[in-house]
């Protein structure tokens, strides 16, 4: 519902609705430029990704006798050479502004650990205050973080530290972000990458972690 809703909403990333105080509170369209349109604009690219993945998905899991092999197959989750579309789960917080992440849920089964890579993670398009951004993200990554050691926690009673890994933010998502690493609670980590610099899914580019 909500990725439907924003859809139109991310269109035009150029524009945004401004208030100039000599006209009281009319409101007027203002061009985006410099560091904030080039962030918008990603975020619309990262949008459309996520509004096609969430539909295979859901296709994927109606339709399909074998849904893991169907999910294996969507194009849009092909990132960095790997399928990542059969852990893939969508969570939303739908308190103001609203924020939508495709998160993959990967257990790394010979550690007996688990690791949540964040796909995608987009905000109310229509919200315009980046120190709200900055909180809405923030807040939709420690509730990753705290899902995610529930989960864990949930899978080894006895031990609640056992098959705590990480919470990844895939480094596509973090040029999307209005806040840094340090807003975030995010630590970053070294940066790998192919010599095979075509964006073909080939790179190995690791994004920072909470």
């Known amino acids: 519902m ?10 035009d990333v150029d524009q945004k609705v401004g208030i100039v105080p000599e006209l009281g ?9 410099g560091p904030e349109l080039e962030r918008r604009t990603k975020c619309a690219r990262q949008f459309e990704r996520m509004f096609e993945s969430t ?4 296709t994927a899991d109606k339709t399909s006798d074998d849904p893991s092999k169907k999910r294996m197959a969507i194009s849009s989750l092909l990132i960095d ?32 650990e688990g690791e ?34 529930g989960v864990a926690s949930n899978d080894d009673d006895d031990d609640d530290s056992s098959g705590v890994s990480s919470l990844r933010v895939h480094y596509k998502v973090m040029e999307t972000l209005a806040g840094n690493c340090e807003q975030l609670g995010l630590t970053p980590i070294a940066v790998v ?18």
């Open 193 to 210: 990458q192919s010599n095979d610099n075509d964006d073909d899914g080939k790179l190995n580019e690791e994004g920072p972690i909470w």
């Open 55 to 58: 539909f295979a998905l859901a």
């Open 25 to 33: 509170s009319t409101s007027v369209g203002v061009k985006r430029f």
């Open 2 to 11: 909500l990725t439907k809703s924003w859809q139109g909403l991310l269109m």
């Open 116 to 149: 949540w890579n964040v796909l995608a993670l987009t905000v109310n398009p229509e919200e315009r205050d980046i120190d709200l951004i900055v909180d809405a993200e923030r807040a939709m990554l420690a509730e990753l973080h705290d899902a995610m050691c």
């Open 81 to 112: 050479g790997a399928a990542r579309g059969v852990g893939c789960v969508t969570f939303a917080c739908l308190t103001s502004p609203a924020t939508i992440s495709l998160v993959e849920q990967q257990q790394l089964l010979e550690e007996g």
